[in-house]
């Protein structure tokens, strides 16, 4: 996914520009560039190259040969037109006096593109951006804002703009739509960025664009308008987490980083939420009667937040009896979803940004549901359009491949099913207490469990060399195993499948022979038996089985599996929190041994923000 920052203010723009794409690398790209409004020679100093955003900085000697104060950067997650230098953002217009950088898609492009060829203009590359550029170009008349106003009346899609014109050199316009943009507010400067981590040297006041929102970005501060070009007032909010946060702190990966951080996540998500015995959620607009009333739930989201919703469907299901369903988010809205005014809608997502999960949520509210978010990222666009949003406090994740995000959002559906059936009486009291101390003892356990880390990176040396595995468990082990075999597919780059054990006899044991890798996930203590037969059944056919259960299963179960990970016994609710550990661990060591890009995946982004 693309990364835009931009920057007006005293200080020369070029180096900032680029510490700032350098802090958004994490999200996927294929191509950067800036561009700076040159006092010297009052015109636009573009450069551009495709590659990694090093080769960029060096071709700038880190921004030391581009002068100017004011600018705009970009790196390119190509979508329209291959990775090149001429396909990089920002795109200039044919009279090189307006440069645009861009996220998103504007799906008329061509149309607007074949209007402009035939009024004379000439296109060099082949993006849906360039069309932005010449369009301001051909309206503006002096006057940049109503220029860009009259441009956002013909373009459609999705799209975050930064756009910095020669004849105004002392401003840059903002315009967000359907994809995140940020303003920073700094003394005598401001800021434009994509995400926060990319200005946060900078300034901890920012504001959070809404769509159809302009902003025109001055020294002197920012002036907002609404998509009828009114002015508005942005609320601005104070980050408060550190820098560092987003760093890598010593550790060779984001991703590691980040499952090494899982305790004290699980401390800030959980321990505030856990008040004299019972659950507590500050503010909660979920009243009892409204609980009382709900007829269903529909969990919605996408990737590992779809797997949480996995593991949330039998957990609610369970402790609550109220029917759930969980949907992938792109397929929701074409599902014609059964929603009413009693559907409580849980959506999911770390980045609060993932386009098919914002779609969901409007159609969620369209037929009339109440939607309730579970979210990371303070701010994002899908926090501010939910009835209600529960933050993960999980701090910036930065890897691609959730770890995290993924624990801390787990954490907070089984606190809202205890919730839930406390409100409905569906819940006995010693369960609840029960479930509530493991609750406040589960990052200690998983602290356990990353103290024993050196023998999954014993396994993992012992498999990484495997082209397709296996991920089979039944009930929540079973929805673990879909995240477990995300993890791998998506950073090992090995082909893996998650399985139903009790589904394997009807069609794809045929797959299994001798050495399949087969990762058998028993951790259920109820369903153990049903759980051996199933290995059993494997192995009978030849598989190398690497079981995950219970310390309290783990002699039954090194009698038939080739090796056994096991985790600490817990309240069966907690045990996808703390069996998702070894499982992201295995995947990464496998992926370090593999040579992979791991917090950088190809093709993959952070945050998906287009369909
Ligand atoms: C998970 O490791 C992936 N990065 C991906 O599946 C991700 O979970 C999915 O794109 C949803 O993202 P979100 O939680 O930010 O909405």
Not at 65 to 72: D, H, K, Q, R
Request: aromatic share 8%; charged share 20%.
């Amino acid at each position: 996914m693309c990364g835009i920052v931009g920057y007006v203010g005293s200080e020369q723009a070029a180096p900032i520009l680029l510490d700032g794409l350098a802090r958004l690398e994490y999200r996927g790209y294929d191509s950067a560039g800036v561009a700076v409004y040159s006092q010297r020679t009052g015109t636009l100093s573009v450069h551009k190259a495709k590659g990694r955003l090093q080769v960029l900085s060096d071709l700038l000697q880190g921004g030391a040969a581009v002068e100017g104060t004011v600018g705009i950067g970009h790196t390119r997650w190509a979508t329209h037109g291959a990775p090149s230098d001429v396909n990089s953002h920002p795109q200039v217009s044919q009279g090189g006096k307006i440069a645009v950088v861009h996220n998103g898609i504007i799906e008329n492009y061509a149309e607007l593109k074949s209007f402009l060829m035939d009024k004379g203009v000439t296109f060099v590359s082949e993006t849906d951006t360039e069309v932005v550029a010449q369009l301001i170009e051909y309206f503006y008349d002096g006057d940049l804002l109503q220029a860009v106003g009259r441009v956002l009346h013909r373009i459609q899609g999705a799209y975050a703009l930064g756009i910095l014109c020669a004849d105004v050199p002392d401003q840059l316009i903002a315009v967000r739509k359907d994809s995140p943009l940020i303003l920073g507010y700094g003394e005598g400067c401001s800021f434009l960025a994509s995400d926060v981590t990319a200005i946060l040297r900078h300034t901890r006041e920012v504001g959070y664009m809404e769509d159809g929102e302009i902003a025109v970005l001055t020294r002197e501060g920012i002036q907002c308008y609404n998509h009828l070009m009114q002015p508005i007032q942005k609320e601005i909010f104070h980050v408060d987490w550190e820098i560092d946060a987003a760093e890598k702190g010593g550790y060779e990966h984001f991703m590691f980083k980040e499952i090494m951080e899982q305790p004290e996540a699980l401390r800030r998500c959980v321990f505030p939420r856990i008040r004299e015995g019972e659950v507590y959620f500050e503010g909660f607009g979920l009243t009892e009667d409204y609980i009382r009333s709900i007829g269903k739930i529909y969990i919605v989201a996408c990737g590992s937040s779809y797997h949480v919703g996995m593991v949330g469907k039998y957990n609610l299901e369970r402790l609550t009896r109220i029917p759930v369903e969980v949907a992938l988010a792109s397929e929701f809205r074409y599902m014609d979803p059964i929603v009413d005014e009693h559907t409580l809608v849980m959506v999911i997502s770390q980045s609060g940004e993932t386009l098919d999960t914002m779609a969901a949520l409007r159609e969620a509210r369209r037929l009339g549901g109440r939607i309730l978010s579970i979210v990371n990222v303070v701010g994002s666009s899908i926090a501010r359009e939910s009835d209600e949003v529960l933050y993960t406090w999980a701090g910036p994740e930065i890897a691609v491949a959730t770890t995290k995000a993924y624990s801390t959002q787990m954490a907070l559906i089984d606190l809202l099913a205890l919730y839930f059936a406390r409100v409905l009486g569906t819940v006995e009291e010693e369960n609840y207490r029960s479930a509530l101390k493991e609750m406040l003892l589960l990052p200690a356990k998983m602290e356990s469990v990353l103290e024993d880390r050196d023998d999954i990176q014993y396994f993992a040396s012992q498999y990484f060399n495997h082209n397709s595995v296996f991920y089979i468990g039944r009930n929540v082990d079973y929805a673990l195993g879909l995240e477990g075999s995300l993890k791998l597919k998506e950073i090992s780059y090995i082909h893996s499948e998650a399985y139903a054990s009790g589904e394997l006899k009807h069609g794809t044991i045929s797959l299994v022979e001798d050495g399949t890798l087969v990762v058998a996930l028993a951790t259920c203590g109820r369903l153990f038996e049903k759980a051996m037969s199933n290995v059993v059944e494997v192995k009978s056919r030849g598989a190398d089985v690497l079981a995950l259960t219970t310390k309290s299963h783990r002699e039954e179960m090194a009698r038939t599996a080739n090796a056994v990970i096991t985790i600490p016994d817990t309240h069966e609710l907690l045990l996808p929190s703390l069996g998702v550990v070894p499982l992201q661990l295995f995947a990464y060591y496998v992926a370090l041994m593999r040579g992979c890009d791991i917090d950088k995946p190809r093709n993959l982004a952070k945050s998906v923000t287009v369909e």
